[in-house]
T-cell receptor, first 115, second 107 residues
């Protein structure tokens, strides 16, 4: 079946512009995660959605970052007033539920470049 | 605070040599630990989880609660093992990753 789909695959934007990154999780997966991957920093947790519970936003680096998940499916990560340090690969993952028997399935990521 | 530490950014070995990728964690409670792998131009994917006590592609990892470690081992490395390896800890549903170790297996 289809895996986690992210769009766009690449995004180049000018400093100060807003960007939206989209994630389509695997159908039926209740948990959705956003991570940021950059050289030297590994995988940095951003935000986690689980079903209808309030999202865990503890990883968002600043108030310029926000995310929503509509209808328990598609998620959008928004970065306002982008800065050069926001350049990274943004990864989305989904899983059936929390726990050791629920591995994360990752998308291919969106490579964001802020010029 | 929950934390995952992978002390080596890069590990280079020759084909056929043993390999050990180190992972230490900090967690108050019973940990759930995983290894994820990302091959060149591929998605990040699960390699193995401690609860399954499995061997995948010749890799094993044993949870040592006394040393708070979950090192990944393989007795004879292969060139196709070259990849980025991430250790991960599940904390309150979320998954916390280490910074990763790049394994390079030379012919």
């Amino acid at each position: 079946g289809a895996g986690v789909s992210q769009s766009p695959s690449n995004k180049v934007t000018e400093k100060g512009k807003d960007v939206e990154l989209r994630c389509d999780p695997i159908s039926g997966h209740t948990a959705l995660y956003w991570y940021r991957q950059s050289l030297g920093q590994g995988l940095e947790f951003l935000i986690y959605f689980q079903g209808n519970s309030a999202p865990d936003k503890s990883g968002l680096p600043s108030d310029r970052f926000s995310a929503e998940r509509t209808g328990g499916s598609v998620s959008t990560l928004t970065i306002q007033r982008t800065q050069q340090e926001d350049s990274a690969v943004y990864l989305c993952a989904s899983s059936t539920q929390g726990g050791a028997n629920s591995p994360l399935h990752f998308g291919n990521g969106t490579r964001l470049t802020v010029t | 605070a929950q934390r995952v530490t992978q002390p080596e950014k890069l590990l280079s070995v020759f084909k056929g040599a043993p390999v050990e990728l180190k992972c230490n964690y900090s967690y108050s409670g019973s940990p759930e630990l995983f290894w994820y792998v990302q091959y060149s131009r591929q998605r990040l994917q699960l390699l193995l989880r401690h609860i399954s006590r499995e061997s995948i592609k010749g890799f094993t990892a044993d949870l040592n609660k006394g040393e708070t470690s979950f090192h990944l081992k393989k007795p004879f490395a292969q060139e196709e093992d070259s990849a980025m390896y991430y250790c991960a800890l599940r904390s309150q549903g979320n998954l916390i990753f280490g910074k990763g170790t790049k394994l390079s297996v030379k012919p």
